[in-house]
């Protein structure tokens, strides 16, 4: 009996994500192709005291976090239109990198998030924890 205990503590297996936060997961990393941080922030708010969402929480977190990276960039790329032509070409230069990178990184994001997996952003910055 306390072997199994003991080995009971040992495995400590998570529980199951269900369907439910799988769509929710996967919800969060879409809106954000619409709606930038804000899809993603309402999740979030709604889900963060809830201690049986925990996956649904740190999916939108995450989904948050690299929005705020990805409104940053666009920040930095508008800021390049003060130079006239050449700071324009910039700009679409890194608007067009940008929005592709967004796009396909929030695709394989919501993909990963309906499979139960977790996802990280590359690159992205840990701003809400």
Same mark, same amino acid.
């Given at each position: &009996?306390?072997?199994?205990?003991?080995?009971?503590?040992? @495995?400590?297996? $998570?529980?199951? +994500?269900?369907? !439910? !936060?799988?769509?929710?997961? &996967?919800?969060?990393? #879409?809106?954000?192709? @619409?709606?930038?941080?804000?899809?993603?922030?309402? +999740?979030?708010?709604?889900?963060?005291?809830?201690? !049986?969402?925990? /996956? @649904?929480?740190?999916?939108?977190?995450?989904? #948050?976090?690299? =929005?705020?990276?990805? &409104? %940053?960039?666009?920040? %930095?790329? #508008?800021?390049?239109?003060?130079?006239?032509?050449?700071?324009?070409?910039?700009? &679409?230069?890194?608007?067009? +990198?940008?929005?592709?990178?967004? #796009?396909?990184?929030?695709?394989?994001?919501? %993909?990963?998030?309906? =499979?139960?997996? $977790?996802?990280? /952003? $590359?690159?992205? $910055?840990?701003?809400?924890?």
């Amino acid at each position: &009996m306390t072997e199994e205990v003991i080995n009971a503590e040992i @495995v400590n297996t $998570p529980e199951p +994500i269900g369907n !439910d !936060d799988k769509n929710l997961a &996967m919800l969060a990393h #879409l809106l954000s192709i @619409v709606t930038s941080f804000v899809g993603a922030l309402v +999740i979030w708010l709604i889900h963060k005291e809830r201690t !049986d969402k925990s /996956y @649904v929480n740190a999916q939108a977190k995450e989904a #948050l976090n690299f =929005q705020i990276l990805v &409104m %940053i960039a666009w920040i %930095i790329a #508008l800021s390049f239109n003060v130079f006239p032509l050449i700071g324009s070409l910039i700009f &679409m230069i890194f608007g067009f +990198i940008i929005f592709w990178a967004n #796009l396909i990184f929030c695709i394989v994001a919501a %993909i990963s998030a309906s =499979q139960g997996k $977790p996802f990280r /952003y $590359p690159l992205s $910055p840990h701003l809400i924890k």
